[in-house]
């Protein structure tokens, strides 16, 4: 996990029953429609699912207030692939808007470490969500053509890095 004290105003924490219902209540609508078109889950059952296949999670607030959850966990030990592939997942508020310069300095730092610690990281991203394309190309993903996913087979990019 990234010190802490990374940007004095936040606080990076273990998720607590109150953050996932506050980040539940107030997800981002492009995460919403992401959890239901690639599970058929709610906010919080999104949550609640990833917080519970994770290895490593955290809650990242502003002046008490959750701002997103994000994690890794593990998709298989990836013995046929050559090494481990994780899982990195975030899912947020709608108040993470007012905060994308800190989500950027905060996940800039985390996602190196979680590459150290885990391997592989993939997941898909909704081909609609276009804020977190963005983002994730920044932080250096390399995003796949956009392919069927989930049970409508939606639009979706694969996004990895080695």
């Known amino acids: 996990m990234p010190d802490a004290s990374l940007l004095n105003a936040y606080a990076i924490t273990a998720p607590t029953e109150a953050d996932i219902a506050a980040v539940a209540a107030t ?3 492009a995460d919403v429609a992401e959890v239901w078109a690639s599970h058929r889950v709610t906010p919080e059952q999104a949550l609640r699912i990833s917080l ?3 290895m490593e999670a955290w809650t990242v607030s502003h002046a008490g207030r959750p701002l997103c959850l994000c994690g890794v966990g593990r998709l298989t030990d990836g013995t046929l692939l050559g090494g481990p592939v994780s899982v990195p997942w975030l899912l947020g508020s709608d108040a993470l ?3 994308r310069r800190a ?3 905060i996940s800039g730092r985390m996602v190196p470490l979680w590459r150290r610690r885990h391997g592989l990281l ?3 991203v909704d081909a609609r969500n276009r804020a977190s394309l963005r983002w994730l190309r920044w932080l250096g993903f390399e995003i796949a053509p956009a392919a069927p996913f989930g049970p409508d087979g939606l639009p979706f990019h694969r996004f ?3």
């Open 103 to 105: 989500l950027l300095r």
């Open 27 to 29: 997800m981002r609508a």
């Open 52 to 54: 519970c296949q994770s």
């Open 97 to 99: 808007s007012d905060h």
């Open 122 to 124: 993939v997941n898909w």
């Open 160 to 162: 990895m890095m080695r």
